[in-house]
């Protein structure tokens, strides 16, 4: 089985008019006006997940700065999850900003069957993860046992459309607040893993797993067996940022074959590969 722990589709009213989204929300237009950035909806998901042997997907929501489209998307995506029950995991959004409205929001959707919340985004959702508003959403879903997909990317390297500011010690701050909130750091964390070479990060950061989201644009392969090492199989979650053209210059259509070809060339042991591709998933979502 193989479990893609990081996806994204958007509804058919969001894909037929980006543009007026883009107007909504500043960094959703960042990213999405015009009509560069790749958008597929839940048959395109599925047709694709066919093609490479996917059993099921997690499908993040877009972090949108308007709690109300939020409320509006999430409402889209539950019902898209019902619709595939056995293929699609959804996972919630939530406008932390909206503070009494956010934590209706994360009820409502914990009791119409998400997963989780995510992908958060502190930049391009403007909070900080010391906000009360925030750290009031947080220990609900710690409470209810309900995971998070936070956003993080490397704060070293070249610069792109959305990457953020967001400081590993804030990272780090958090998540001694949170010991029993399971937290899935996207993009590798942003390197937070190299930290866990520190005992005391160690620690704290037990509930603390890292998705391979976007590896290929930005890491090479071996990246995988670098922070094996470092935090054991039991941490790391395939995901793929699907849609994204993880390989431009030679891929013109967006699929998951390629980095899946890449992972098994790595020769992982069976154990620490089947960790990786689903077992993972399944204890974090409940996959």
């Keep these: 089985m193989i479990i893609d722990s990081h996806t994204h589709i958007f509804s058919p009213d969001v894909i037929a008019h980006r543009d007026q989204y883009a107007a909504r929300d500043p960094f959703f237009g960042a ?14 998901l599925i047709a694709a997940m066919d093609a490479a042997g996917i059993e099921r997907a997690v499908v993040c929501g877009w972090c949108w700065q308007d709690n109300g489209i939020c409320i509006e998307q999430n409402s889209w995506l539950m ?3 019902r619709q595939y029950p056995t293929r699609i995991i959804a996972l919630a959004t939530v406008q932390p900003n909206a503070g009494a409205d956010a934590l209706c929001e994360l009820h409502r959707c914990i009791a119409g069957g998400a997963r989780g919340i995510g992908e958060l985004n502190a930049d391009g959702q403007n909070f900080r993860l010391d906000d009360a508003n925030f750290l009031a959403l947080a220990r609900a879903m710690s409470d209810a046992n309900f995971p998070l997909l936070l956003h993080t990317n490397e704060p070293v390297g070249h610069p ?4 953020g500011t967001l400081a590993l010690a804030e990272v780090y701050a958090f998540i001694k607040q949170f010991p029993n909130l399971r937290v899935v750091l996207a993009h590798w964390g ?3 893993p190299f930290y866990e070479l520190m005992r005391e990060v ?7 797993f890292y998705d391979s989201a976007a590896s290929p644009l930005l890491y090479r392969a071996d990246i995988f067996k670098t922070i094996l090492q470092i935090v054991g199989s039991e941490k790391i979650l ?7 053209l993880l390989y431009p210059k030679r891929q013109a259509e ?10 098994r060339a790595l020769d992982l042991a ?3 590969l089947e960790n990786i591709l689903s077992g993972n998933a399944r204890r974090v979502w409940g996959a």
């Design 31 to 44: 990213l999405y006006r015009g009509v560069v950035a790749r958008m597929v909806g839940a048959d395109e």
């Design 79 to 81: 019902d898209i999850a």
């Design 160 to 163: 792109y459309p959305g990457k």
């Design 190 to 192: 942003g390197g937070f």
């Design 202 to 208: 160690r620690r704290v950061a037990q509930n603390v």
């Design 238 to 244: 395939y995901g793929s940022d699907f849609p994204l």
């Design 254 to 263: 967006p699929g998951f074959a390629p980095f899946l070809d890449e992972i």
């Design 270 to 272: 069976p154990r620490e």
